[in-house]
C-alpha cells in the first residue's frame, strides 16, 4: 500500500470531515426562494467558500447582504440534523498526533465547533476558520496560516479538500493536496480518494517528526508536479 510522508495534515471541514450537504443544500435553497435566484448558480459558487462572499456575490446591496449574511449563519449554527462524519475520518484523527493536524474552513469558528461536535468528531487544537482570514478560499490564506501555527512549512504538510475552491488555495500554498469525494475538475494536480477508509497512521523512523500514513491506491493518481 502507498505512504504519505508529512509534517502535518490540514483537513477541510464541510465534505472533507464532515457530511452536511443536505443541510448546506437546504440552507441555500432557502435564501434562493427568499431572493429569486437559480439555487444550481449559487451551489456551485458556494461550495468552499465562505457565506459572506457568497452572499455578496449575488446581493450587490451591502445591508441586505449583511442581514442575509447573519441569517443564514445563525440558521446553520442551529441546526446538526443529518450531519455525519466522513467514513474513517474519525478513526484517522484519533490515531494523529494532537499537534500534527489543523482544520481550515469556509464556516465560521462557532458553525465549526458545531459540526465537528454533531459529527462526533474531536476538536482540533488549531483550527482557521472564515473568522480568522480575510482572504477566503481560493487564496491560500487559511492553510498558509494554519502551517504557520502549527511550526512546520506549507510545503512539507498535506491539505486534504472536496471543493474547486479548496482544491486551488492548497495547492496555491505550496501544500501536497489529496481530494477527498468525487470532485473531478483537478484530478491533474491531486490524487483522490473516495473517503478516509483504509487510511492508517504508520510508525515514524526512529528520531523522525513527520507522520506516515498507509493509504489505499488512490482513485486517480497524481500527475502534476510534486506539491
Do not use: N
Not at 495534515?9 to 429569486?36: I, K, N, P, Q, Y
Not at 484530478?187 to 513527520?210: K, Q, W
Amino acid at each position: 500500500m502507498p505512504h504519505l510522508h508529512t509534517s502535518a495534515l490540514l483537513f477541510d471541514m464541510d465534505g472533507t470531515l464532515v457530511d452536511s450537504t443536505a443541510l448546506v443544500e437546504s440552507t441555500w435553497a432557502g435564501f434562493c426562494a427568499r431572493h429569486g435566484l437559480a439555487l444550481p448558480d449559487v451551489l456551485a459558487y458556494a461550495h468552499g467558500r465562505p457565506t459572506r462572499e457568497t452572499v455578496s456575490r449575488f446581493l450587490p446591496d451591502p445591508e441586505l447582504a449583511a442581514a442575509e449574511t447573519r441569517r443564514l449563519v445563525a440558521d446553520e449554527e442551529s441546526q446538526t440534523t443529518g450531519i455525519t462524519a466522513i467514513p474513517g475520518a474519525a478513526e484517522l484523527l484519533a490515531a494523529l498526533p494532537p499537534d500534527a493536524w489543523a482544520v481550515v474552513t469556509s464556516a465560521g469558528r462557532r458553525l465549526a465547533e458545531v459540526r465537528l461536535a454533531a459529527a462526533g468528531l474531536p476538536l482540533p487544537e488549531v483550527m482557521v476558520t472564515a473568522d480568522d482570514v480575510a482572504h477566503g478560499k481560493p487564496h491560500p490564506e487559511g492553510y498558509l496560516r494554519a502551517a504557520t501555527v502549527l511550526g512546520v512549512e506549507p510545503a512539507a504538510t498535506i491539505v486534504f479538500e472536496d471543493s474547486g475552491a479548496g482544491v486551488l488555495a492548497g495547492l496555491e500554498s505550496g501544500a501536497r493536496t489529496v481530494v477527498i469525494g468525487g470532485l473531478t475538475t483537478y484530478d491533474d494536480a491531486a490524487e483522490r480518494y473516495a473517503d478516509f477508509r483504509g487510511f492508517r497512521v504508520a510508525e515514524p523512523e526512529s528520531g523522525s517528526a513527520c507522520v506516515v500514513l498507509t493509504v489505499p491506491e488512490p482513485v486517480t493518481a497524481r500527475t502534476g508536479g510534486a506539491r
